[in-house]
Structure formats: structure tokens, C-alpha cells
């Protein structure tokens, strides 16, 4: 079975510091990633995904994540954050064939300080 | 339009009554998904539609019942609930199946449910 890690539960960071928030994932046969963000009291942001091909893949709002086979991971990353970008940030998994469920990692929330 | 609409935004209701949550989304999918989300946790899928025929139902329990009349349409009904139920509940969409397991979904902002 599939399933993912998230082992930050919050991410305290200061304003226009850099900051990474770490995925694992589990898997016996290829997987697509994804990274969604939830701000407050909305529903969820596509923020960006891997599928194949180049291991490091940018999204929106200067995000960037890197797919590491050997590891099994998906670590999402930001050069600088800004207060706006306080939420909650899920990573997730699918599977190319047989099954249609997103199975969601248990969150990050990020806190920004000024 | 790129949305996917959710009413009501909140909603209380008692153990007795029977409510309905909308969703709508005029994109062109024919993929549509219920989510239940507790607070702090991480969605958990309920329903998927596909091309308006339920195509997973992960032992809702029967309180719960989904419908779907036309490919823009979903609906979840609501009955004797209890105040566990309390969430919040995601409406998402897809182009279609496949496309959904590649490109993800687009979500809704979701029905703020208070059971009591």
C-alpha cells in the first residue's frame, strides 16, 4: 500500500527566510506527487507536481519541490517566504494505474513571523 | 471559469434534520470527489464520481448519500447525522479519472458542517 510522511507537523520561520518542508513517500511501484497548500478556512491550492522526467519541478508562488528516487522523497522548498505564505501544506501521492484516490500526507503547517 | 463552487460555505444543523451540500463546477469534468477533512487532519476521500456513476464509495456510512444529476452537479445528502460528523467537507473535480491521478484535482472551498 501506498502512503506518505509528512514528519513536521509545523514549520516556525522567520519572514524571508528560506524554508523546506520534507515528503517521504511509500511505494513498491511509481507513484505521481503532489503538493497542495490550504490556507485558512479555503479548500486546497494546487502548488505544483512531479510525474516524470526532471526531478526538480517549479510551481506557483516561487515554490519549487525535488523527486530523490533513492530516497523516496519530495521535499518542497522556498528560497525566501513571505508572511501570506502561513498555512497548511499537504503532500500527496497517486498512482499512474488502478486507483483513484489522492492519499494525502498528514500536513505541515507552515508559520511565518515577521 | 476555472471554479469549483461549494454551498452552503457554513452549515449547522441537529441530528434530525436533512440537509444537502452542493457542489458545482462548470469546467467540463467529469470527474467529481467528496472529501471530508477533520481539523487538523489531512482529507479523506468519501466519493468519487465518474461520468455521473459513483465509482468509489469508501464505507460511508449510509447517512451520507451522494448523488449526481447531470456532469456539473454533485450533491451529498445528509441525515440523522451525528456530532462526530462535524468537518469540513471538499468538493473536488477532474477532467476525468486518468487526468485526475496526473494533473490532480481542483477543489472547492468547502462546507464548514456543525452537527449539533
Known amino acids: 500500500a501506498q502512503s506518505v510522511t509528512q514528519l513536521d507537523s509545523q514549520v516556525p520561520v522567520f519572514e524571508e527566510a528560506p524554508v523546506e518542508l520534507r515528503c517521504n513517500y511509500s511505494?513498491?511501484?511509481?507513484?505521481?506527487l503532489f503538493w497542495y497548500v490550504q490556507y485558512p478556512n479555503q479548500g486546497l491550492q494546487l502548488l505544483l507536481k512531479?510525474?516524470?522526467?526532471?526531478?526538480l519541478v517549479k510551481g506557483i508562488n516561487g515554490f519549487e519541490a525535488e523527486f530523490n528516487k533513492s530516497q523516496t522523497s519530495f521535499h518542497l522548498r522556498k528560497p525566501s517566504v513571505h508572511i501570506s505564505d502561513t498555512a497548511e501544506y499537504f503532500c500527496?501521492?497517486?498512482?499512474?494505474?488502478?486507483?483513484?484516490?489522492?492519499?494525502f500526507g498528514t500536513g505541515t503547517r507552515l508559520q511565518v513571523f515577521p | 471559469d476555472t471554479e469549483v463552487t461549494q454551498t452552503p460555505k457554513h452549515l449547522v444543523m441537529g441530528m434530525t434534520n436533512k440537509k444537502s451540500l452542493k457542489c458545482e463546477q462548470h469546467?467540463?469534468?467529469?470527474?467529481m470527489y467528496w472529501y471530508k477533512q477533520k481539523a487538523k487532519k489531512p482529507p479523506e476521500l468519501m466519493f468519487v464520481?465518474?461520468?455521473?456513476?459513483?465509482?468509489i464509495n469508501e464505507s460511508v456510512p449510509s447517512r451520507f448519500s451522494p448523488e449526481c444529476p447531470n456532469s456539473s452537479l454533485l450533491n451529498l445528502h445528509l441525515h440523522a447525522l451525528q456530532p462526530e460528523d462535524s468537518a469540513l467537507y471538499l468538493c473536488?473535480?477532474?477532467?476525468?479519472?486518468?487526468?485526475?491521478?496526473?494533473?490532480?484535482?481542483?477543489f472547492g472551498s468547502g462546507t464548514r458542517l456543525t452537527v449539533v
Open positions: 473536488a473535480s477532474s477532467q476525468d479519472l486518468i487526468v485526475g491521478r496526473r494533473d490532480g484535482y481542483t
Open positions: 511505494s513498491s511501484v511509481s507513484v505521481y
Open positions: 512531479y510525474l516524470s522526467g526532471s526531478t
Open positions: 500527496a501521492v497517486t498512482l499512474p494505474y488502478n486507483t483513484d484516490k489522492l492519499i
Open positions: 469546467m467540463g469534468h467529469r470527474a
Open positions: 464520481y465518474s461520468y455521473e456513476k459513483l465509482s
